[in-house]
């Protein structure tokens, strides 16, 4: 399979815009700018199938075509940088390895939307990434790929990258769109959607980096190439797979979409750490339900993991072997989400704080009588009741972890310890 996103990756140093050029970097914004016009480049889009990287799948090219059109006055494009989900780290390698790939994407996004000054929001923590970013966009402006006039045509861009203090909700579109304001990311009420009301009120998209990163090559080789990737018509392109945990070769591997879990634990990132056996997968990044040894024969992809009770999110895979306590493993997530709820909504504030009590009286030895009844109520009383999808993630995770291995939290109880711990 030909790499979209991590071609020429390896030994090229893409962060310097002569290399990147030495590859035909920045053909894709020529062509898009100097021989399309922003409705043909929506419409390529939409026909490649690509869908957000970010973890809901929405189609790009749809949600770039709600912008309204006839809006006078500026529009934004914020690419979403933040990538704070535990297990996820596959944008980063975009961003520290092939910068002008996600720059010359946003050229063309924001073309087709129409902005003339688009944001990179990046993660607070990820320094590196940050000053990458900057120098990338500094080159671009030398190279007249950002300012005035762009490719001799009327069309003017500029990209500033704002960097986030580091808090997960900033990830959460609505929560990015109130941190690049200047304010605290309390994630917004929905509607009125980013497309209409986004950044300073003015017409906004959001879109991951892997999805911008996407959008060069689908106006290079057209979105017929690209839909013939992965598993149309559903789930088309390369998609970055992000594996972690108890796996011989950790790291991030850009497969066509729908590959199956299985071929990605065995085959690429070597099977489980010392030949043990696999207990448990996480397919999509923390918040996605965790799967069974059984059900890893599964296409990893937006739709086939939904028909088996989980989701695709950032495909990133966390695998666990039969050393992982999973009330630990659920303990240590809650812990998470209890800390980054941003406190808007009472479901979310206090059932994720409840959870983890629950969770850390089970995991020492304290457990009680009713106590998983009570982790399946509150987790059953986040969902759908609040603001943004932060409280359903928690809920999911829980839910998942009871559903497939409730007999181990009722060891917990009974047995008055953990079963699998050392201490
Ligand atoms: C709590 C939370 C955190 C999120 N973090 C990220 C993130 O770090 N990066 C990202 O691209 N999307 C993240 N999302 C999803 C975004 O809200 C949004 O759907 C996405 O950026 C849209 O881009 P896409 O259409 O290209 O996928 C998060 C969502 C939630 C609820
Ligand atoms: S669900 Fe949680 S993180 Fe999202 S707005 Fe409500 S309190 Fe904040």
């Not at 770039?64 to 934004?76: A, E, L, N, T």
């Not at 986040?382 to 995770?397: E, K």
Request: hydrophobic share 35%; aromatic share 8%; charged share 25%.
């Amino acid at each position: 399979m030909e790499q979209i996103l991590f071609k020429h990756v390896e030994g090229s140093r893409l962060t310097d815009i002569s290399n990147y050029l030495a590859i035909g970097g920045y053909e894709s914004a020529k062509k898009a700018l100097t021989s399309m016009t922003p409705d043909q480049v929506i419409e390529e889009v939409k026909k490649s199938g690509v869908r957000g990287r970010g973890g809901a799948g929405f189609p790009a090219g749809m949600k770039w075509s709600f912008v309204p059109k006839d809006f006078k006055g500026p529009r934004y494009l914020c690419c979403n940088a933040d990538e704070s989900e535990p297990g996820t780290f596959k944008d980063r390698e975009i961003i520290e390895k092939n910068p002008h790939l996600l720059i010359e994407g946003m050229i063309i996004a924001s073309y087709a939307i129409n902005s003339e000054l688009s944001y990179i929001y990046i993660r607070g923590e990820f320094a590196k990434g940050a000053a990458i970013l900057e120098s990338a966009v500094a080159q671009a402006r030398q190279h007249g790929m950002l300012g005035e006039g762009l490719f001799g045509t009327n069309y003017r861009l500029d990209i500033i990258v704002h960097r986030g203090a580091g808090a997960y909700v900033c990830g959460e579109e609505t929560g990015l769109i109130e941190s690049i304001e200047g304010k605290r990311g309390n994630p917004r009420v929905r509607p009125p959607f980013p497309a209409v009301v986004g950044v300073f009120k003015k017409p906004t998209v959001v879109n991951n980096v892997e999805t911008l990163a996407s959008v060069p090559s689908i106006i290079k080789k057209g979105s017929q190439w690209y839909a013939s990737i992965g598993f149309p018509p559903k789930n088309t392109g390369t998609k970055l797979y992000g594996i972690s945990g108890h796996v011989k070769k950790p790291g991030v591997y850009e497969l066509p979409m729908s590959t199956s879990l299985r071929e990605i634990i065995y085959n690429y990132a070597g099977g489980i750490r010392d030949d043990k056996k696999l207990k448990g997968v996480i397919p999509g990044g923390s918040s996605t339900p965790v799967l069974l040894p059984e059900e890893i024969d599964v296409k990893m992809d937006f739709d086939s993991l939904p028909q088996i009770g989980s989701m695709l999110g950032s495909g990133a895979v966390i695998v666990m072997d039969e050393s992982t306590c999973m009330v630990k493993q659920s303990l240590i997530l809650a812990d998470f989400y209890a800390d980054e709820s941003c406190g808007q909504c009472t479901p979310c504030r206090e059932g994720t704080v409840w959870m983890k009590k629950i969770l850390d009286r089970l995991e020492h030895g304290e457990g009680r009588q009713g106590d998983i009844e009570l982790l399946e109520r509150v987790s059953n009383n986040i969902m759908g009741n609040t603001l943004c999808p932060l409280g359903d993630a928690a809920a999911m995770m829980m839910l998942g972890f009871l559903k497939k291995f409730k007999q181990e939290f009722h060891t917990h109880v009974s047995a008055k310890k953990c079963p699998l711990s050392k201490e």
